[in-house]
């Protein structure tokens, strides 16, 4: 990849082929790089997959085989702006099947256990509403989601 802008590299134990063509499976404007692989010097077994580059819409990342020390938690999540309903349970039904965790308020993990925020587009304009009652009654109906649901947040906001 070239040497512009910021690349995410996500540590994997074995996964990292698997991973990227799950997420060049889910997300639009991605692609598939570079496949490097683990040299005589490896620490790995040579020929097997080191390092897999990827783009998943539009974001560029690296996945690593480095090996079971690291393991990924909620410290670090990627938000999903969706722009409908529709488009938010697309992403979470593919990024919660197969061994997915679904968890509050619109967080979830995905079968790697990376974690991932989908969320509506218009959320923050609802959550920062300069109406306090607004902006609060949102809050409330967000945080008893898992999955949000854009209708029920719009719902909460106008008082129904």
Known sequence: MPAD??????????????????????????????????????????????AVEFVANGHKFVALN????????????????CEDQAEVDFYWNKLTEDG???????????????????????????VSDPDPEKAARTSKAM????KLDLAALEKAHAGE
């Open 66 to 81: 480095g090996g079971p020390e690291f393991t990924f938690d909620e410290a670090v999540s990627f938000q999903i702006y």
């Open 143 to 146: 945080f008893q989601m898992s």
């Open 5 to 50: 802008g910021f690349t995410t590299c996500l540590w994997f134990d074995e996964q990292a082929e698997e991973a990227a063509h799950y997420y060049v499976s889910i997300f639009k404007n991605s692609k598939l790089g570079r496949v490097g692989r683990y040299t005589e010097a490896g620490p790995r077994p040579a020929g097997s997959v080191m």
């Open 100 to 126: 997915g965790e679904a968890g509050p308020c619109g967080w979830l993990k995905d079968k790697f256990g990376l974690s991932w925020q989908v969320i509506p587009a218009r959320l923050m304009d609802l």
